[in-house]
């Protein structure tokens, strides 16, 4: 399969993105009561402090951390694209590497659990069908890199309808090149952002071909500013939170 390669451009735009928005980012994500819920009912008796984990995109590594904790784990490693941003991870355990989630930096089948947290949707390319093949590649590293009967856990915002996706994407990309503030999309500053169904993310994790779903995590999200809400209604959009689980076959 052919795929595009996050541009030069594109690729600084997101850095920029991170550089700008890290504060923000920063704890955004790690005491969600889904993932801190699945994390503890699917994943934790999986592992043990032998266990290697790779997050990819990961921050500043607070989920990391939040796994550490629990699973005594001592090999975490945070793979991150804008490793300058993020080179001060929250615990001292936590192993910073530097690379892209489109060609991850190591050997075949290295990790009992991998998770993405929110990463799909900043994996951009110039029109939604690279979007898509770059998210499709994301994941084929994910599964190259995880030991047989190892478990991969994917996080996502998504939306109900394609159709909320392409209006996002072009809505954010348009928004990045011009300087035009898009906030009340709930978006930050420069983002730009394909997002996926919850049925999208499945199929991609079906189509691997050698993943085994196990589990289909879902909540709707709530939008309380009006606009993002009166748009939301109009294009049937249903924001919310997907998480799939999924292991690898031997």
Same mark, same amino acid.
Request: hydrophobic share 40%; proline share 2%.
């Given at each position: 399969?052919?795929?595009?390669r996050?541009?030069?451009q594109? #690729?600084?735009e997101?850095i920029?993105h991170? =550089?700008l928005?890290?504060?923000?980012?920063?704890?955004?994500?790690?005491?969600?009561?889904l993932l *801190?819920?699945?994390l503890?009912?699917?994943?934790y008796? &999986?592992?043990?402090?032998d266990? =290697?984990?790779l997050? /990819?995109g990961?921050?500043?590594g607070?989920?990391? =951390?939040?796994?550490?904790e629990?699973t005594?784990? #001592?090999? @975490?490693i945070?793979?991150e694209?804008s490793a300058d941003?993020? &080179?001060?991870?929250?615990?001292?355990?936590i192993q910073?590497v530097?690379g892209?989630?489109?060609?991850?930096?190591?050997?075949?089948k290295?990790?009992d659990?991998v998770?993405s947290v929110d990463?799909?949707?900043?994996?951009?390319g110039?029109s !939604?069908r690279?979007?898509? =093949?770059?998210?499709?590649?994301?994941?084929?590293e !994910?599964?190259?890199v995880?030991s047989d &009967?190892g478990?991969?856990?994917i996080y996502?915002?998504?939306?109900g309808s394609e159709?909320?996706?392409?209006?996002v994407f072009?809505a954010?990309l348009c928004?990045?090149?011009l300087?035009?503030?898009?906030?009340?999309?709930?978006?930050q500053?420069?983002a730009?952002?394909?997002?996926l169904?919850r049925n999208?993310?499945?199929d991609? /994790?079906?189509?691997?071909?050698?993943?085994?779903?196990?589990g289909v995590f879902?909540?709707?999200n709530?939008?309380k500013?009006?606009?993002?809400r009166?748009?939301?209604?109009?294009?049937r959009a &249903?924001?919310g939170?997907?998480i @799939? *689980?999924?292991? #690898?076959?031997?």
């Amino acid at each position: 399969m052919a795929v595009e390669r996050l541009d030069s451009q594109l #690729k600084e735009e997101t850095i920029a993105h991170f =550089r700008l928005a890290q504060d923000s980012y920063a704890d955004k994500r790690w005491h969600d009561p889904l993932l *801190i819920n699945t994390l503890s009912e699917s994943i934790y008796q &999986n592992l043990s402090s032998d266990s =290697r984990v790779l997050e /990819v995109g990961g921050g500043s590594g607070y989920i990391l =951390r939040t796994i550490a904790e629990a699973t005594k784990a #001592k090999c @975490v490693i945070n793979c991150e694209l804008s490793a300058d941003v993020y &080179n001060s991870q929250v615990d001292s355990k936590i192993q910073l590497v530097k690379g892209t989630a489109l060609g991850l930096p190591f050997t075949d089948k290295c990790f009992d659990f991998v998770l993405s947290v929110d990463l799909l949707h900043h994996l951009v390319g110039k029109s !939604m069908r690279n979007s898509r =093949r770059n998210q499709l590649a994301a994941l084929a590293e !994910m599964s190259r890199v995880a030991s047989d &009967n190892g478990l991969i856990l994917i996080y996502e915002t998504c939306y109900g309808s394609e159709l909320s996706n392409f209006l996002v994407f072009y809505a954010s990309l348009c928004a990045s090149k011009l300087g035009i503030d898009v906030s009340w999309l709930y978006l930050q500053k420069q983002a730009i952002v394909c997002f996926l169904t919850r049925n999208q993310i499945v199929d991609m /994790v079906n189509n691997q071909g050698i993943l085994q779903c196990l589990g289909v995590f879902h909540r709707k999200n709530a939008l309380k500013k009006p606009l993002a809400r009166f748009m939301s209604t109009m294009l049937r959009a &249903n924001p919310g939170t997907a998480i @799939v *689980i999924s292991r #690898k076959a031997r």
